[in-house]
């Protein structure tokens, strides 16, 4: 019983943990510290059983003693109504050795519902991926990859399941490689030779160096009985390509279709994918146990821009997905796109409509499709009737992702997460009618951080606008300490959202957690200048070409807003941001010394040597107009150039396994600062990437960034012995 456990028992022990949790609950409600951000679970991926008796989700909690996040799958009963039926408990029990390393994670139900499907490194190895009947018992390991397993849908069938790992192209391919793989996976781990060669680029994404393999879709069968060996996996995507490709993939980049006769992957084939974003859809035939009896045929040929998010209707006649028009450009408009599978025909169902769609789900009846979608500062979840002859409607607002629906009990519902500025996500639900529109507000399923949250107590939330210069709109958020008081003048922190091409909106965030820094006492303005997806797509592309034109002349006309507030201290405004909203900050530090303090987290500082080290070479290329030595915009841009008048107390941090935004451009700004006998520090992390993820790394993080913003602006700083705790190089 010690790795998973029957639902009885399960349900015993987390009764017994939240009375433990109910004994604290009774202390005076306080603002967010990052301590308690630390306490709280997060919660996500619902899956819910076809006749909604059940909810799977996986919940992940910090662990501070080895500097991780640990998750496990739970499990909420639910009534006929759809409703919690008792508390959540414990599904899996992932600890290895004793030591609580494991992980459990991305739940999937067999079409049967009689079996659930997880990734798993409970054995100490990468990520693997197990089977277990739906009512507890023993895991069942079906995957024992080298670069282990991720991803998994199930058959149609309910008798095997689909999945990625990465092989070497140039072994046979599996089951006949598995072998040759195994051999030369072991070979490269135990080589005392440690370097890399390129030939080419794209050599590096995110946080990893490639290796010489490629990604491939698999599938494996479930044995008969838990005796019965598991048959070697199916390479079902052979060849020297990555199939789903590394990058622009999209959600789910593959889907079976209902009968089990073909499967449909995203891939894109261009050689030179360092600067491609033609993603395309390819179809292969399945024969007998879903091998494959044909060769790949690109559906989406003529569209040379990205083709993602394959998604079968029910009875298999349409395969709707994602798509964009202007190839090279990662933030253009995503439509939902539908081919017909019996006429051929391919037809746009949100071309007419200014939004951009995500996360597509099917109505049960075929005859709709939900999507996810940015509305001014907001989530929004829409349908759309697959006929074309209506718009979308709106089914919700509020934040939602991880779309699920379900027949119910009661009639059909959508699960989804969903989280605010001021509550971290939980599962909620909304039920339809039998036209697909909702038949009253959301509510909340799971209540997994409702012990914590009665501790805490958050700061309101409203939203403020202003007018640019040439007479748009601007939207922000505005979050207030907990006791604000409008007669009171309070300090500001302007946060910047990455992207560019991106937004704040009324959700939850780990990494840039608004109520902490209005738990320390500011005013804090979420900002959504040009560049800010969910005012249209023009409002969108206007911060390409003009990185440091119009978006800064946005967030100086909402900081002008915030100012003029009676409760504001115009003396005492802070800017942070990271990536684009570093660059902005590294931007404004040239630029403007209207700010008392800023924080830059992997922020762009210098164009030319930027667009020479990231790995994505179509994004400079867009967002300048070609390549350095073709566009003036990498020096008319680049916040180097203005380092001459820098002089605003700076925080720079960086991760030297960010291949995104190079630690190098933190340091070179570092160093400018510094030779310009600028006030400003440097917080370097050697093992986190464009984000910080470890639990102690993002204490440490919150804690320097708050003693920083304390010293310059006055509001309330840590305790310092967190920041003494990290390995000073020099001080």
Request: aromatic share 10%; proline share 8%; net charge neutral.
């Amino acid at each position: 019983m010690g790795r998973t456990s029957s639902l009885l028992s399960s349900l015993t022990l987390v009764c017994i943990s939240s009375g433990l949790w109910a004994t604290t609950a009774l202390a005076a409600p306080h603002p967010y510290t990052v301590d308690d951000m630390l306490r709280l679970y997060k919660v996500s991926d619902p899956q819910v059983t076809p006749d909604e008796r059940l909810l799977f989700f996986t919940q992940a909690q910090a662990r501070l003693d080895g500097n991780r996040w640990q998750a496990s799958i739970w499990v909420q009963p639910l009534s006929a109504t759809g409703q919690p039926q008792g508390p959540a408990h414990p599904y899996t029990f992932p600890e290895h050795s004793g030591k609580g390393e494991g992980q459990d994670f991305a739940p999937r139900l067999s079409p049967n519902a009689s079996k659930l499907a997880f990734v798993s490194t409970r054995d100490g190895g990468p990520p693997q991926i197990y089977v277990m009947g739906l009512f507890g018992g023993e895991a069942q390991r079906l995957t024992s990859l080298p670069s282990g397993a991720s991803d998994p849908v199930w058959t149609p069938d309910s008798r095997g399941l689909i999945f990625t790992t990465r092989v070497y192209a140039d072994c046979p391919p599996l089951p006949a490689g598995e072998e040759c793989n195994r051999k030369r996976n072991t070979a490269q781990e135990q080589n005392p030779v440690v370097a890399r060669i390129a030939d080419r680029l794209f050599y590096r994404h995110w946080d990893d160096w490639f290796d010489g393999k490629r990604k491939h879709v698999l599938r494996v069968m479930i044995p008969d009985s838990a005796t019965t060996p598991v048959p070697s996996p199916v390479d079902l995507t052979p060849g020297d390509f990555d199939a789903p490709p590394i990058a622009r993939g999209g959600d789910e980049p593959y889907a079976i279709a209902p009968d089990g006769k073909e499967l449909v992957f995203v891939q894109n084939r261009d050689r030179d994918i360092a600067s491609s974003t033609n993603s395309d859809l390819w179809a292969v035939p399945l024969g007998k146990d879903f091998v494959p009896a044909g060769q790949p045929r690109n559906l989406t040929s003529k569209n040379l821009a990205s083709d993602v998010a394959p998604r079968f209707s029910p009875d298999g006649r349409f395969l709707a997905y994602l798509a964009q028009r202007r190839p090279g450009f990662e933030a253009d408009r995503w439509e939902i796109w539908l081919h017909d599978r019996v006429t051929g025909q391919y037809r746009s169902l949100t071309e007419k409509v200014d939004l951009m769609a995500h996360e597509l789900t099917w109505s049960d009846d075929g005859q709709r499709i939900y999507f996810v979608t940015s509305l001014k500062g907001r989530r929004a979840i829409m349908a759309v009737d697959i006929s074309g002859k209506q718009p979308p409607v709106e089914i919700g607002q509020g934040d939602a992702s991880e779309l699920q629906l379900v027949k119910g009990r009661s009639g059909p519902a959508l699960y989804f997460s969903r989280g605010s500025l001021q509550r971290p996500p939980e599962v909620f639900r909304i039920d339809l009618d039998a036209m697909g529109k909702a038949t009253g507000p959301a509510s909340q399923v799971t209540r997994q951080n409702d012990a914590a949250l009665a501790e805490l107590r958050p700061g309101p939330t409203s939203q403020l606008f202003g007018r640019s210069q040439d007479g748009l709109t601007l939207h922000s958020h505005v979050i207030t300490p907990p006791d604000f008081t409008p007669t009171q003048k309070y300090p500001a922190v302007i946060l910047i959202h990455g992207g560019p091409q991106g937004a704040w909106e009324d959700s939850w965030h780990w990494r840039w957690n608004a109520q902490l820094f209005a738990g320390a006492g500011y005013v804090v303005l979420l900002a959504n200048p040009r560049g800010s997806e969910g005012f249209g797509q023009k409002f969108l592309d206007q911060v390409s070409g003009d990185w440091g034109g119009k978006p800064y002349d946005d967030l100086m006309k909402l900081t002008d807003v915030l100012a003029q507030q009676p409760y504001i201290d115009a003396k005492r405004i802070g800017a942070a941001g990271a990536s684009y909203g570093g660059y902005m900050v590294n931007w404004i530090a040239g630029h403007t010394d209207r700010f008392s303090a800023l924080v830059s987290h992997a922020g762009v500082y210098d164009l030319r040597s930027m667009a020479g080290e990231t790995e994505e070479q179509w994004f400079p290329r867009w967002e300048f107009g070609g390549d350095s030595w073709q566009s003036d915009q990498y020096d008319r841009f680049s916040p180097s150039r203005f380092a001459d008048k820098f002089k605003t107390p700076t925080l720079v941090i960086a991760g030297e396994r960010d291949y995104r935004v190079p630690a190098g451009q933190g340091l070179q700004f570092f160093s400018a600062l510094q030779n310009r006998k600028v006030p400003s520090r440097l917080l370097l992390f050697p093992g986190e990437n464009h984000w910080v993820g470890k639990p102690l790394h993002t204490r440490l993080w919150y804690a320097t960034v708050l003693d920083w913003l304390g010293r310059y602006l006055g509001g309330t700083r840590p305790d310092p012995k967190i920041i003494d705790t990290a390995t000073t190089i020099a001080k």
